[in-house]
């Protein structure tokens, strides 16, 4: 397909989402260091529309005292969440994890000094040869949307641990759900 069709189909959605935000004042939710991992549904699209949120501004730094603490740092930012997690069997992004996405492509773009890595994992559950696979379709998917975004590739590596780095250890799926994901790791943190 053409480097800009693609373009244009990732980027369109953005645009829309953005501009289909609510004015209504919304209760804030408690920030984590991850999402709710997925339970086990049909796979979605990761150009899907539904229940997709617009980009969260980021706080600026400089100025008064209360602006000095770095946004990575700050567990009210968007950025506080590095988590992404996938369904079974799937390299595709929920809708809810793209404002995690673009938070972090939007302030790795204004920042070209610094880079960030994406590690891709998977549950057990299939050959170490495959989960190293989906892993890599993992994380390259998300490193396509920040690309898409303005992130320059010098900025982002992607790899892959398959099933060796598991975040929680257990043979069930409460275990697999928390174990099918990408971290976004920045350089130094």
Known sequence: MNKWLKVGLV???VVLMSACGSTGAKKAAPVTGGSTP???TANTSPLDNNGG???TPLPQTGGSASQSVDP???PASPLAKRVIYFEYDSNNIRAEDRATIEAHAQ???QRGNLKVTLEGHADERGSR???IAL???RSNAVKEVMSLLGVPAGQVASVSYGEERPAVLGDDESAWRMNRRVEIVY???
Request: glycine share 12%.
């Open 107 to 109: 302030y790795l773009a």
């Open 129 to 131: 040869e495959y989960n």
């Open 187 to 189: 350089a130094g943190q």
């Open 72 to 74: 990575l740092n700050d």
């Open 38 to 40: 997925p339970a086990d």
């Open 53 to 55: 949120a617009g980009i």
């Open 135 to 137: 892993g890599e379709r």
């Open 11 to 13: 980027l369109i959605p």
